[in-house]
């Protein structure tokens, strides 16, 4: 399986090459983003793992391009763990976000867990109704009344879980698990109540008196009836 590992720094790219080839995965090292953005316009691979900070750019303005192109895989590395760098990974489309110093044996995990979240998707059709809003999943876009509703990726992630449980009343575990590997250090209840509000001001009518995704209140989320 081939992987992307983007890392300016040589002897921490060596450490991880060496820790995926024994996993039997097929790792490509670039050091910079220009060498990065050359891989992935020529080859396939089935997840990237990102520093932020490269020597000619950085791996936001990678991780834009690869989710303009599809929809691979992306775990950040970096050394950065402020909360804005967390959130501005998520809404870029990141799956996970891990910071240095680091245990190899914890981004292993990592990487598994996103491939096998990736993996277990069974194939939805491409169009999803939700009242008034219709979601293209093969475009990523989402619909209401015919105009276009610009959603960050993240917000998307969240509305796609919701939609594809319509009726069901997922609980904020459930949600968050959906969304992001539970064992990254950005998951909270207060991020996804932070998003919830976000996404019902610019799905709802009026995001006051919810009708596309109600709260469930002592329990979660649901959407739709």
Known sequence: MDLLLVEDDKTIAMGIEYALKQEGFTPLVCHTAAAAQEAIKSRKFALII???ALPDGDGFALCRAIREAGDTPVIFLTARDEEVNVVMGLDLGADD???KPFRVRELLSRIKSVLRRYQAQPQQKQEITLGPLLINTAEARV???HEEIPLTALEYRLLLILARNRGRVLTRNQIL???WD???NFVNDNTLTV???RLREKIEEDPARPQIIK???GYGYKAGD
Do not use: P, Q, S
């Open 97 to 99: 976000y891990i910071t």
């Open 182 to 184: 539970v064992a990254g």
């Open 50 to 52: 990102l520093d932020i």
């Open 215 to 217: 709260t469930v209140r």
């Open 177 to 179: 698990e959906g969304i």
């Open 143 to 145: 619909y209401r009344h």
């Open 195 to 197: 998003y919830i509000k």
